[in-house]
């Protein structure tokens, strides 16, 4: 059965703002109905790597969080430490990061937690019993969230070949050691010449695959199943993580850990996608490259499936910009599958949709 896809463009007029389409979208798609009073409400946002200009504007933002107010709820703008070493990777640079993008108090009205605690490891173990995984662990401040309002920007990125709604919500509230199970297919190695021998990592990690041997760390491999905690732990960042994964399994392992962020969140969640300044890659990239194509607009939905469906074939209805990174395809249907050629993106709709997460199938509704 196909669902309801809210979608306005970017034509505007005295009266009627961007801003007010937003507020528009809202009430259309009812994410109204699902918010009591005094119900902790979570807005998954993207604060935006340092240097990033493509992230959503914290003027949109202040929309959303206005009307959750109206209704009672109490909303919090919220996302999870990075797993790399950029400038989010810890709750401290988060938080700086976020407050020099512009999402401060008096231009959001909500206050920023960071869902994954101060250094990533504040998560919650939650049962999927899917394909990849059995428990996926989910940021805490996701997880006790009543509901949740999902802001994304949709654009392109370098493992997935889109990111929206699924991305933002998979990848973006697994905690750090999640991440690391996402990204890598590959168990984590140490290398000798950066350990100090502190032994810090031996007392994190769960399954006791670490020893000291010759003052060097030593991961039994016969033990290890790749939570990552060491990756993250290490002071010396002498725990590498591989980034190399096939991108069909990426794209499925972050679909079951969107199942564990939203299932305790039953008609609960709503989501918005953006499809504006459509860069080729993602915005933890510290630079946003030229958009591929012009803004198409706003879409609300329920169903983030059919959202990151409207959105990715909206956006394969316009043509590509010149100076991009389409320059030479003037007839390029698909664009991210041009932009990112060895990914297949329709895989994480595909996913998704087979284990319940929603229909690729939708009515796409101008207001
Ligand atoms: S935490 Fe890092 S530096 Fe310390 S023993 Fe483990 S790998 Fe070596
Ligand atoms: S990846 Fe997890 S299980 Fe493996 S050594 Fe590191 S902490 Fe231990």
């Keep these: ?15 009627l703002s961007l801003l007010d389409k937003v507020e528009r979208l809202f009430e259309r798609a009812g994410f109204q109905n699902f918010i009591q009073p005094r119900d902790l409400v979570a807005v998954k946002v993207h604060f935006g790597e340092k240097g990033n200009t493509a992230y959503i504007r914290p003027q949109f933002v202040r929309r959303v ?43 959001v009205g909500a206050p920023v937690i960071i869902a994954d605690g ?9 049962e999927v019993k899917l394909k990849h995984f059995k428990s996926v662990k989910i940021a805490s401040a996701a997880y006790h969230a009543d509901a949740m309002l999902v802001i994304s920007h949709f654009k392109g990125h370098e493992a997935s070949g889109f990111g929206g709604a699924i991305k933002n919500v998979g990848m973006g509230l697994g905690s750090r050691s999640g991440k690391q199970q996402m990204h890598s297919d590959l168990l984590p190695w140490v290398t000798e010449e ?21 003052k060097k760390a030593r991961i039994d491999e016969s033990l290890c199943y790749g939570c990552g ?13 591989n980034w190399k994964s096939d991108p069909a399994t990426f794209q499925e392992k972050m679909v079951e850990y969107m199942a564990g962020v939203v299932k305790n969140k039953k008609g609960k969640v709503g989501y918005i996608s953006f499809v504006m300044n459509v ?16 803004d198409v607009g706003i879409l609300a939905s329920t169903d983030p499936v059919a959202l990151d469906q409207a959105c990715v074939d909206l956006v394969n209805k316009q043509r590509p910009l010149h100076n991009t ?8 249907e698909d664009k991210f599958g041009r932009v990112h050629p060895a990914i297949n993106w329709s895989i994480q709709l595909r996913y998704a949709e087979e284990i319940g997460l929603g229909s690729r199938d939708y009515n796409l509704i101008k207001i």
């Design 1 to 15: 059965m196909p669902s309801d896809v809210f979608f306005a463009d970017m034509r505007t007029k005295q009266g």
């Design 229 to 241: 905690e060491c990756t993250v732990t290490c002071p010396e960042s002498a725990i590498a993580i």
């Design 118 to 126: 101060l250094n990533g490891k504040d998560y919650i173990n939650v």
């Design 325 to 332: 990174r389409l320059d030479g395809h003037p007839d390029a």
């Design 194 to 214: 950066k350990c100090a021998g502190c032994a810090r990592c031996t007392c994190w990690c769960p399954t006791g695959s670490i020893k000291i041997v010759d």
């Design 279 to 294: 860069t080729p890659d993602c915005d933890c990239c510290g630079w946003s490259d030229a958009p591929i194509v012009s």
């Design 65 to 107: 969080v206005d009307k959750i107010a109206e209704r009672g709820g109490k909303p919090f703008l919220t996302d999870t430490n990075t797993l790399y070493r950029g400038s989010r990777a810890d709750a401290v640079d988060h938080l700086k990061t976020a407050v020099e993008n512009g999402f401060v108090f008096s231009v």
